[in-house]
Nanobody, 124 residues
Framework: QVQLVESGGGTVQAGGSLRLSCAASGRTFSSYAMGWFRQAPGKEREFVAA????????VYADSVKGRFTISRDNAKKTVALQMNSLKPEDTAVYYCAADLNGLGSPVSERYEHWGQGTQVTVSS
């Protein structure tokens, strides 16, 4: 079992940067692939980025490729999402999620555990 808590959201102007962090509790964090998803008002939740349990493989949505970077620190039980060159369309609630023994999937149904989310607002 793992519990997830996101932090680092806020309001930033277009072109700016934010770094989201997700802290996990539980002894088996290193066994989980981790993902970031987001949901904007009136829209369905969408995949942003994911990283394998080893950290050796990461995948990104086309909309964030080249701007966002996912990373993890298994010793600290954290996963981060560095977001650069932010756009107004990146505005959403961002969620981190954990997939036991996963390789980093863009499919939300793969993930067994979810955080409560953190709001990111990008103003134009």
């Amino acid at each position: 079992q793992v519990q997830l808590v996101e932090s680092g959201g806020g309001t930033v102007q277009a072109g700016g940067s934010l770094r989201l962090s997700c802290a996990a509790s539980g002894r088996t964090f290193s066994s989980y692939a981790m993902g970031w998803f987001r949901q904007a008002p009136g829209k369905e939740r969408e995949f942003v980025a994911a990283i394998s349990w080893t950290g050796g493989r990461s995948v990104y949505a086309d909309s964030v490729k080249g701007r966002f970077t996912i990373s993890r620190d298994n010793a600290k039980k954290t996963v981060a999402l560095q977001m650069n060159s932010l756009k107004p369309e990146d505005t959403a609630v961002y969620y981190c999620a954990a997939d036991l023994n996963g390789l980093g999937s863009p499919v939300s149904e793969r993930y067994e555990h979810w955080g409560q989310g953190t709001q990111v607002t990008v103003s134009s």
